[in-house]
């Protein structure tokens, strides 16, 4: 009779550590696995200590497959992961009560904190469902494989993001009956393509229940058929995707110049659904002219509908993003932080969660405060691509903050001596900064022409040498820039 074997949990993590230390980066170690806490050893299930929902939501995306891979060696086929999210650490074990984070400044929860998790999740049930076992009559038992937390609601709109979100919206009133279809939306990684099609496929099942709605990763896509080949039934691969209402494909590029039949079988379920009236929703990488490696006629198809890209948000869309993806999770940064984080992060949105996660690890792990100073360290530590970059937005809230006048009254047509003077200053310094043209720096301060820049630069330039305060002024500013 074989007994059974008790492993300590910290040997457990210890060991995973180990392995995740050799795969992942220093820095990237650091900040995500370093600060997680082991908890229990449950049967097959391994408990870590996380501080938020913000952070598992960032290990689930960008490090699912090393922790699966990690627990699976040392707890076996069967090993799971289950989190607790706490937002601060339990009080040391000679204090008698709960206590709270000391400083104004530190993340509030909207549920103060407990001993207890404030929710546990489990990583077993994370894959997508084999489709080849669902019994085809029965459409209301095929899942979705939404994330139902990425809902229109938590999709902040700006001007970046307008044309798709308004298309997708009608797409979930009306789906397969629209113009748009097949909607493609495309972008650079990072911008909310995911979000998007996950907001328009949980709002199709809000107005039409009895749709059955799919989401599959072209990855994904690609497995199932491979493993299809291989059992030799291609045909149920058929027709589960025959069998949808709507079909949302993410990030199609990823089977472009596959071979074999990958893109052939494609092709067959987008003119079995596109005939029928079935909606179809395609994420890419690139819009359908300049996407590369799919057959003809498949690229034709995918100009059919509607093309709507996601750009870059500007200032205001990345302020109202960070707030709502605070409030989400029921946390509170200063405003200065939040105004540091939206003018240094600029590329995409999956930067701005992860500078926030980092920000949110530091102080709740190690009991700091969460200050403009917190954010710069983070920031220039793990975005490192984004921290030295400088964006007039940028530019002309140091200089705004430095002469305490609104942002908005830099830019307005007035001929105010403080206002002209702060907008000559920030065309000065974007010129030096940035590798804008001097056309485009104008049009971003008050519409102003090439030439008027250019008197800007040079006024600037010669009252440094003969004006002591404006002298005093370019120094100040020059070193808040490099702050």
């Known amino acids: 009779m074989m007994t059974k074997i008790t492993r300590d949990y910290k040997q457990v993590w210890a060991n995973c550590m180990d392995t995740i230390k050799d795969i992942v980066e220093p820095q990237a170690f650091e900040t995500w696995f370093v600060p997680i806490v082991p908890v229990a050893l449950e049967a097959d299930a ?16 960008k490090y699912v497959d090393v922790l699966k891979r990690v627990i699976h060696r040392e ?13 601060e650490r339990k009080p040391e074990p000679t204090q008698s009560q709960t206590i709270t984070l000391p400083s104004h400044n530190r993340p509030a929860v909207s549920n103060p904190p407990t001993q207890a998790p404030i929710d546990v999740f489990n990583t077993a049930n994370r894959d997508i469902p084999d489709p080849f076992v669902l019994p085809g009559i029965q459409k209301k038992k095929i899942p979705s494989n939404l994330v139902e937390s990425l809902t229109f609601e938590n999709y902040v709109e700006g001007d970046c993001n307008r044309l798709a979100r308004s298309a997708g919206y009608a797409v979930a009133k009306d ?7 097949p909607l493609f939306i495309y972008s650079e990684v990072g911008l909310g393509k995911t979000h998007l099609v996950n907001a328009i496929g949980i709002q199709t099942k809000i107005n039409h229940p009895d749709k059955t709605v799919v989401y599959v990763s072209a990855d994904m896509f690609y497995q199932q ?12 691969f058929l027709w589960f995707y025959q069998s949808v209402d709507v079909l949302i494909m993410d990030d199609i590029q990823f089977i472009s110049g596959t071979k074999g039949k990958t893109q052939e079988q494609f092709f067959h379920i987008f003119n079995w659904l596109h005939q029928r009236n079935k909606q179809i929703i395609i994420t890419a990488d ?51 932080v939040i105004d540091y984080l939206a003018l240094r992060v600029t590329s995409n949105t999956r930067e701005l969660e992860g500078a926030m996660i980092a ?29 030295k970059e400088i964006s007039i937005e940028y530019i002309q809230k140091i200089i705004c903050d430095y002469f305490k006048i609104p942002t908005d009254t830099i830019n307005a047509n007035t001929r ?10 920030s065309m000065y310094f974007a010129k030096k900064y940035t590798k804008l043209p001097l056309s485009l720096i104008g049009a971003y301060c008050g519409n102003k022409d090439h030439a008027t820049v250019l008197h800007a630069c040079k006024t600037v ?5 003969t004006d002591k305060k404006m002298k005093l002024y370019v120094d100040d500013i020059d070193k808040k820039m490099k702050i």
């Open 416 to 425: 105010k001596r403080e206002i002209v003077q702060a907008r000559q200053l």
């Open 225 to 236: 058929y491979m493993e299809a080949v291989k059992n030799n039934n291609t045909n149920n």
């Open 75 to 87: 707890l076996g086929p069967s090993g799971k992961l289950k989190y607790q999210i706490v937002m």
């Open 286 to 336: 690139k819009s359908p002219v300049e996407i590369a490696g799919f057959e003809a006629r498949l690229l034709n198809r995918f100009k059919w509908g509607l093309a709507a890209d996601l750009q870059i948000p500007d200032l205001e869309t990345r302020i109202a993003i960070i707030t709502q993806k605070l409030e989400n999770n029921g946390i509170k940064f200063p405003k200065e």
């Open 359 to 387: 920000i949110l690890a530091q102080a709740s792990l190690n009991h700091r405060d969460i200050t403009v100073d917190l954010a710069k360290e983070m920031v220039d530590k793990y975005v490192k691509s984004n921290a």
């Open 46 to 61: 391994l408990v870590l200590q996380l501080p938020s929902h913000l952070y598992y939501e960032f290990l689930e995306e």
């Open 175 to 181: 789906p397969g009956v629209t113009a748009f279809n």
């Open 461 to 465: 330039s010669n009252l440094y040498e």
